[in-house]
């Protein structure tokens, strides 16, 4: 058997509100695969243990992440914990998606 997903997925550009250590407002690009409501709802993410739940499966990849070598990061995985950590890109993650999936209801 082969399970695969109907479900919409959709690009968003991110910036930050914030600069980094040269003064440059960081973005990137975000891939996110819109998660089903569950009896009409959205899920509760009252917590920042159910926001990143809720982020690691609603992200499928992130285009413009730069490690510690400055070289760019092929495999998001292993910093998508630390990106989680920071309030502001949670914050920026979370206006990006519901952006995406009021886009996905239209259609586009």
């Known amino acids: 058997m082969l399970k695969i997903s109907a479900l919409p997925v959709i690009r968003e550009s991110i910036s930050f509100a914030f600069e980094d250590e040269d003064g440059v407002v960081p973005s990137l690009d975000v891939v996110f695969r819109i998660q089903p409501m569950k009896d009409g709802k959205e899920a509760e993410l ?3 243990d159910k ?11 992130i285009h413009g992440l730069i490690g510690d070598d400055d070289k760019p990061v092929v495999d998001h995985e292993p ?9 502001e ?18 259609g586009n």
């Not at 926001?51 to 990849?61: D, G, P, T, V, Y």
């Not at 910093?79 to 309030?87: E, G, Q, Y």
């Open 46 to 48: 009252d917590t920042e």
């Open 51 to 61: 926001q990143r739940a809720f982020f690691r499966k609603a992200i499928l990849e």
């Open 79 to 87: 910093w998508l914990d630390a990106l989680l950590d920071r309030f």
């Open 89 to 106: 890109i949670r914050t920026a993650l979370f206006r990006a998606y519901f952006k995406a999936r009021e886009e996905a209801a239209k």
